[in-house]
């Protein structure tokens, strides 16, 4: 059974894809910040799960995510799910707390980088692939994303710039469009966001995209 290792995987997207995947026959590693809802989303799943509660910003729990694949028989996929938004209300980026931008570049660029970089060599020899999951608020300049959207906008780069490196990687920059996600709710605080798609509708096309394994490159769903 092919392995996958997928963060922010308690709720939202990352849960969806986990249940496709296992759906699909893959073996799974499971990360989140809070253990009781990590813990709830893995009792749902079929398949063989671990679930490993921590921050990805952390440098112990990112290598115990790539030892609990490695326990499955290692990684082929490392789904770079996990993010914050930043403040919320989404602020101006004349008025965007440094601190604020900071941790949103730690958490959505620094740390996934970082994670990857700790799968990579056994991602490499299993012929293995990276989806570093983005936003078109990396390509449009949308008043109050500047913080979130920088930050997307460097993940892709890096992905780009990791898939020339290393070409015998799969790395996919895939763009889910606006879902109907807490993040999604708190970027739009009081608003009815019900005429967002829920996460579940775009799971086949990431199951096809692992598939059909195209050429490294930005996806839109």
């Known amino acids: 059974m092919p392995v996958a290792i997928?963060?922010?995987a308690s709720r939202g997207l990352g849960l969806a894809l986990a249940h496709g995947l296992s759906d699909a026959g893959w073996s799974l590693v499971l990360d989140a910040r809070g253990a009781e809802d990590l813990a709830a989303a893995a009792e749902q799943l079929p398949g063989p799960v671990r679930a490993?509660?921590?921050?990805?910003?952390d440098a112990g729990h990112r290598a115990d995510l790539v030892a609990a694949a490695a326990?499955?028989?290692?990684?082929?996929l490392l789904v770079n799910n996990a993010g914050v938004l930043g403040p919320s209300p989404l602020p101006a980026l004349s008025d965007f707390p440094l601190d604020g931008l900071r941790e949103v570049y730690e958490v959505n660029v620094l740390a996934q980088l970082a994670l990857t970089q700790e799968a990579l060599p056994a991602l490499v020899d299993r012929d293995g692939a990276v989806v570093f999951v983005t936003s078109d608020a990396a390509v449009?300049?949308?008043?109050?994303?500047?913080g979130y959207g920088s930050a997307k906008a460097a993940l892709e780069q890096i992905g780009k710039v990791l898939a020339a490196e290393v070409p015998a990687l799969r790395v996919w920059v895939v763009d889910p469009g606006d879902l109907r996600t807490k993040m999604h709710q708190d970027a739009f605080p009081g608003e009815d966001i019900s005429d967002r798609q829920l996460p579940e509708a775009v799971v086949p096309?990431?199951?096809?995209?692992l598939t059909e394994r195209p050429e490294s490159g930005r996806v839109r769903l």
């Open 6 to 8: 997928i963060t922010g």
């Open 52 to 57: 490993v509660a921590g921050d990805i910003t």
């Open 71 to 76: 326990e499955l028989g290692g990684p082929d």
């Open 140 to 146: 449009e300049p949308y008043p109050g994303w500047g």
């Open 205 to 209: 096309a990431y199951v096809k995209l």
